[in-house]
């Protein structure tokens, strides 16, 4: 199993689509613009627990493995995710980032006030896009329109 996949213990799908809800996902150009940030969330109080940097090719992993795991259904939600240009596209982009060598960071919230404080710590480190996956949709917080 990925380190994202553990790292978000089994709940990264929404009808087969990635959708790590409650976590907010930034990716970076490398791993060490990455692990910078994650650097920057530890100043604000984060633990490992909560932040985890992986390289691409561990999101590509997490990627492979869910649409795996989903099987027909799951196949069939994520081409109506692409058509709706919904979550998987988003998915996409990311994986297109990642086989060019970019790394992600992901970070548990469990709430507002949270979210609010990992975003504050990491939004000067510029990601490539990072958005919070919330139970009424995704919040784009950069990088996406």
Not at 26 to 53: C, H, N, T
Not at 130 to 137: E, H, L, P, T, V
Request: charge should be negative.
């Amino acid at each position: 199993m990925s380190r994202l996949g553990t790292f978000f213990q089994g709940s990264d799908t929404r009808l087969g689509v990635f959708y790590p809800e409650h976590s907010l996902l930034a990716i970076y150009p490398d791993l060490g613009q990455a692990q910078r940030a994650k650097d920057k969330l530890r100043g604000a109080g984060f633990s490992d627990d909560e932040a985890l940097v992986v390289s691409g090719a561990d999101l590509a992993e997490l990627i492979r493995e869910e649409r795996h795991k989903n099987g027909i259904f799951g196949h069939l939600m994520l081409e109506l995710s692409r058509f709706l240009h919904t979550e998987a596209v988003y998915t996409d982009h990311d994986l297109a980032r990642a086989r060019r060598g970019a790394a992600a960071l992901a970070v548990l919230c469990g709430d507002e006030r949270t979210k609010n404080a990992a975003w504050s710590a990491i939004a000067p480190t510029d990601p490539l896009a990072a958005r919070y996956y919330a139970i009424g949709g995704i919040e784009h917080l950069a990088g996406e329109t």
